[in-house]
């Protein structure tokens, strides 16, 4: 299990390409995360969701994982 925050603009400024953090969680076994909102969780999928996943970040700034691995339960 994993919590990250991820923040696009922070990682463009570090040199990553944002996406690049998603599909890094992907290669180390990573393949469900849940973004967590203020009182909710939305259940999401690595890589199909991606893109989501980085327009909502962008869109809020940033937000928090809750990652877990394939074969355990998420949210």
Do not use: M, Q
């Amino acid at each position: 299990k994993l919590i990250i925050e991820f923040n696009p603009a922070y990682l463009r400024c570090a040199g990553v390409i944002p996406e690049e953090l998603l599909i890094l969680l992907r290669e180390i076994g990573f393949y469900k995360v849940c973004i967590l909102f203020w009182k909710t969780l939305e259940y999401r999928r690595i890589p199909e969701d991606n893109r989501y996943i980085l327009d909502i970040a962008e869109k809020v700034s940033y937000v928090n994982l809750f990652c877990e691995r394939e074969g355990h339960r998420v949210c």
